[in-house]
Each structure stands twice: as C-alpha cells, then as structure tokens.
C-alpha cells in the first residue's frame, strides 16, 4: 500500500531554516507530482509548494523565495528546504501524492523564539 513518511520538522527560531524530508513507497514514483501543504491550529489545510514528477514548480504567495520544494526520484523522496521562517510558517506539515487521497502523517514545524 501507499506510505508516506515525513520528517524533519521541529522548533526553530525566527529567521532560521528546516528542511522537510517525505519518503514515499508504495507508487511508482517518479510518475507523480508530489505536494507540500500546511494546517495552523483553527485553519484549512493550505497548499505550500508542489513539484510535477518532470520537476517543474507551484508555492503558495506566503512562501515564495524563501521555500524550496525538489525531489530525488532515486530515493522516492521530496523535500521542502524552509529558509528565513517566520512565526506565521507555524503548522502541521503534510506531503501528499498530487490529486490523490494519499497523505503523510505529517510533522509539526513551530516558528518560536
């Protein structure tokens, strides 16, 4: 079955930097254009960035510049690389294979000095 496993979140400061790592099984890949979305407490589920499986690029307005999604597609993996975080950034972290039901677990990331 489909698994998708992200980690990498955790308490940073203001201006700091984290990088999100989802490990996927289950699918081929490569075939799929993966998605990054984010929940804050009292919030929809909002998209943050999505990368085709060719590797072409989306972000959300909020992220632009400061967040970076790519994929190892030998590794089954897609990434978000979080620069310059802000207080706002703060939420439950999701992965998705694009257009399907499938999710992570997610990991939570918390903006905080």
């Known amino acids: 079955q489909v698994q998708l496993v992200e980690s990498g979140g955790g308490l940073v400061q203001p201006g700091g930097s984290l990088r999100l790592s989802c490990a996927a099984s289950?699918?081929?890949?490569?075939?799929?254009?993966m998605g990054w979305f984010r929940q804050a407490p009292g919030k929809q589920r909002e998209l943050v960035a999505r990368?085709?499986?060719?590797?072409?690029?989306i972000y959300a307005d909020s992220v632009k510049g400061r967040f970076t999604i790519s994929r190892d597609n030998a590794k089954n993996t897609v990434y978000l690389q979080m620069n310059s975080l802000k207080p706002e950034d703060t939420a439950v972290y999701y992965c998705?294979?694009?257009?399907?039901?499938?999710w992570g677990q997610g990991t939570q990331v918390t903006v905080s000095s």
């Open positions: 998705n294979v694009w257009t399907t039901a499938f």
């Open positions: 289950g699918i081929s890949f490569s075939n799929y254009g």
């Open positions: 990368i085709t499986g060719g590797g072409s690029t």
